[in-house]
């Protein structure tokens, strides 16, 4: 059964950073490109960034370019995303999410239960 | 960056009827070459993460009762339930995964009437 299990959310304050990681299972985890999701409390859906099955290649949305690094550990099926110069509209629940392969956009056919993140003083 | 939108924003069907949500995309996502449409639909109920119903705009994911069904190509898109069941009740999203990044509609909140 696939498995994606989010962690490190928490309370951060404006300018501060948050590590966040999504731990895989039940599946090949260095065959799939993964992905990043967010949703701000009662919005709707934004894919924040994604990694190839090698870690060679990286895209990220534009809100988040500069501040937000994604990385991934295949001997750990680990997927992480490092979050600096955090800023209020940063706020939302973050969701691990599995691309199946053949590019870097693609549909996302497993998601984790996400972790919330919120940035606040 | 490619543009969804989503239609209505809201609506209420009785069990048993049949519901119809709308999804524009900004510019094509028909890729030629292929000739697929770049599209999927995921449905979120409450407190709970999205799970993808649709790709390829009208393949069903494994699993996916048959009542569900997409259909569409360029820039317009359906999302049909054939016969809405009390555990439909939910927010529908499009995505498109035409070029990065991939974007996602408003949603469509279904409810029952």
């Known amino acids: 059964e696939v498995q994606l299990v989010e962690s490190g959310g928490g309370l951060v304050q404006p300018g501060g950073s948050l590590r966040l990681s999504c731990a895989a299972s039940g599946f090949t985890f260095s065959s799939y490109w993964m992905n990043w999701v967010r949703q701000a409390p009662g919005k709707g859906l934004e894919w924040v960034a994604n990694i190839k099955q090698d870690g060679s290649e990286k895209y990220f949305v534009d809100s988040v370019k500069g501040r937000f690094t994604i990385s991934r550990d295949n001997a750990k099926n680990s997927l992480y995303l490092q979050m600096n110069s955090l800023r209020a509209e940063d706020t939302a629940v973050y969701y691990c999410?599995?691309?199946?392969?053949?590019?870097?956009?693609?549909?996302?056919?497993?998601w984790g239960q996400g972790t919330l993140v919120t940035v606040s003083s | 960056d490619i543009v969804m939108t989503q239609s209505p924003d809201s609506l209420a069907v009785s069990l048993g009827e049949r519901a119809t949500i709308n999804c524009k995309s900004s510019?094509?996502?028909?890729?030629?070459?292929?000739?697929?449409?770049?599209l999927a639909w995921y449905q979120q109920k409450p407190r709970q993460p999205p799970k993808l119903l649709i790709y390829w705009a009208s393949t069903r994911e494994s699993g996916v009762p048959d009542r569900f069904s997409g259909s569409g190509s360029g820039t317009d898109f359906t999302l049909t339930i054939s016969s809405l069941q009390a555990e439909d009740v939910a927010v529908y999203y499009c995505?498109?995964?035409?070029?990065?990044?991939?974007?996602f509609g408003p949603g469509t909140k279904v409810d029952i009437k």
């Open positions: 999410a599995r691309s199946p392969g053949g590019g870097a956009a693609r549909w996302l056919d497993y």
């Open positions: 995505q498109q995964y035409y070029s990065t990044p991939p974007t």
């Open positions: 510019q094509s996502v028909l890729y030629s070459s292929n000739n697929k449409n770049y």
